[in-house]
């Protein structure tokens, strides 16, 4: 279990306990703790609901070419801005800080 903050878009930030061996992501933590996240592709890197900024110098992943190219076409992306339907929970989170990424429409 590893902590992560999410800052929703009223800049309230939210710390929520993040399971590591449910293979679980991002995109789906915020949803399981109702946060406002649509996740409306089921994390297939096709949607951009799941777009976050990553607020903190947490060292994550690099992005794959999938998330990279859905990236080029989001809304608002910053060179921080993550989907966080591909940021696997792992330990190397632990004590990362996201804010939500305005929604399009
Ligand atoms: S949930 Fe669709 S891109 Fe992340």
Wanted: aromatic content about 4%; glycine content about 6%; some cysteine.
């Amino acid at each position: 279990m590893v902590k992560i903050t999410v800052i929703d878009r009223e800049d309230k930030p939210h710390v929520l306990d993040a399971p590591t061996d449910m293979s679980m992501n991002l995109m789906e933590l915020c949803k399981a703790y109702e946060l406002p996240v649509e996740g409306t592709c089921g994390g297939m890197a096709l949607c951009s609901t799941c777009h976050c900024y990553v607020q903190n110098d947490i060292e994550l992943p690099e992005p794959s070419e999938d998330e990279e190219d859905m990236l080029d076409q989001a809304f608002f992306v910053e060179d921080n801005s993550r989907l966080g339907c591909q940021l696997r929970l792992t330990d190397e989170l632990d004590g990362l800080v996201v804010k939500l990424a305005p929604t399009a429409g």
